[in-house]
């Protein structure tokens, strides 16, 4: 199979590649395609918390039922992400 990349595409590419995340341009196209495959199907993106988006409305009003918001932080999305990949 072969295709043909704009420059825009490239640099999109490239940006990922730069992030460590990816270790060839092909990771980086099959991801972006079971992304795309994941939403079109409203399943949202891989690893989410929502199903669709009845869920995804249930967990806004959830989020704007449950008082003051709290500043993001670095240090604080780091404790986030470090408690989500714990209770896994």
Known sequence: M????????????????ATGRFNNESEVIRHSLRLTDSLERAAGPLGSSFAGVEDLEELLL??????ASTPMTAARKKRIYKEALEEK
């Open 2 to 17: 072969s295709y043909a990349l704009t420059p825009y595409y490239k640099r999109i590419i490239r940006r990922q590649l």
């Open 62 to 67: 959830e989020g704007l039922a449950s008082g």
